[in-house]
């Protein structure tokens, strides 16, 4: 069993990981509100790249599914919700499809969706896919989603706690390593490193800083939320 | 003054980084091998993309000058030189002028070219470097040339170190603090985790396992290698 890391989109290509499994991390904020969504009872998330996609797919097949999503960090128009954890109540989201774009989460699963299997995990549920990772005991490449192709710190130290949870189990590859150290150095002082972080200050900067803390506590979360056939269910 | 870290080359793009001084880390063995030549009075390093043009080069403006090189880590059949650094010694490399050829090497000091100024560095002068940028007082971006356009673990530390050096005198993006962190995990037991990397593995697999224990000494040198007009110069 072994995992490697790809800190931005760019580095994931389909044919060096044939047979993996891919986990899928937007820490800020979509693995995160995804969680959040199927622990409070969500039937199903769809991931889709647009605006207009949602929109259509809504129409055409779900009426009565919320719109979801973000646009630079806020609410879109006309969207029944944004893109933070705490809109996604059970009140809410109960028994719900929910229709999702968000800017870099929803690309990243785009990327992996030709995986064996492919899961989404944040700080909130990293021990339940870790341990659903264990029992697969299949390679496993994680995918930071990052921000705009770029490398994102939260979705670093969000897979190097994957790697941290098993280390005992598995190979870790260069950047596995990289991330479990990165997580190692910083795990004392978690939040106060993330809200440092380019964007948990744009979060602030909008309005939003309080789903920073939010989206650091560990383990809140028993589901493993798996993407199949273009939706994410639990 | 600020610092930021790219962990493999696409993560470069020019606009982004405009006005910024580049600094091209490929420890293994690239940048470890032109701070040992310069040290050791080479006059110039010329690093070109393929065997062709480095053979060409020769031909047309440098009867005189040392090919060198490697692909897939072994010397190129009929060069003078390939990419350990053992190998550049005083007595090969004094005054001389050496055409390089390497996989990943070369082809981040070619997306660099571009940037207000572009120097080397390796473990074995990173204390010189940062001495520099410091002076120079210009942002900072360290792009690790990785392997294959992917991470590679001894790069990103030694960015890491770079960060560490530099850390009460600048701004760390959120890479740079990565980095950091990365390097401060690892610091004590450098060697065994490099080692352990699959660069390193490879080289030990080729006979060239000498060289990463080479490659990880700090601050053996006082050179400030700098490419410019082409050419790599002290």
Redo the contacts between chains.
């Keep these: 069993m072994k995992i490697d890391?790809c800190?931005?989109i760019?580095?994931y290509t389909q044919p060096r990981y044939l047979g993996y499994s891919a986990v899928v991390i937007d820490v800020l904020r979509a693995t995160t509100s995804i969680a959040t969504a199927l622990h409070n009872g969500c039937m199903r998330l769809i991931p889709v790249e647009t605006v207009e996609q949602a929109i259509k797919l809504k129409h055409d097949r779900y009426q009565d599914a919320l719109l979801a999503g973000e646009r630079k960090g806020q609410l879109i128009p006309g969207f029944n919700l944004g893109n933070s954890p705490y809109e996604y109540t059970k009140e809410v989201v109960l028994d719900k499809t929910i229709i999702m774009t968000t800017t870099n989460g929803t690309l990243a699963l785009s990327k992996a969706r030709n995986a064996e299997k492919v899961f989404t995990a944040s700080f909130v549920n990293a021990d339940a896919v870790a341990r659903k990772l264990y029992e697969e005991s299949r390679d496993i490449v994680v995918l930071c989603a990052g921000t705009e192709?770029?490398?994102?710190?939260e979705d670093?130290l969000c897979a190097g706690l994957l790697a941290e949870r098993l280390t005992d189990r598995a190979w870790l590859?260069?950047?596995a390593?990289?991330a479990q150290?990165?997580y190692?150095?910083?795990r004392c002082d978690l939040v106060k490193?993330i809200s440092?972080?380019?964007?948990a200050q744009y979060l602030f900067s909008i309005g939003y800083g309080d789903d920073v803390a939010f989206s650091m506590e560990h383990d809140a979360y028993s589901v493993v939320p798996q993407f199949r056939e273009g939706q994410i269910t639990a």
Tied chains: 1, 2.
Excluded: Q
């Design positions: 890391v800190f931005s760019n580095e192709g770029r490398f994102s710190l670093a590859s260069d950047s390593m990289a150290a990165m190692r150095d910083f490193k440092a972080s380019s964007h």
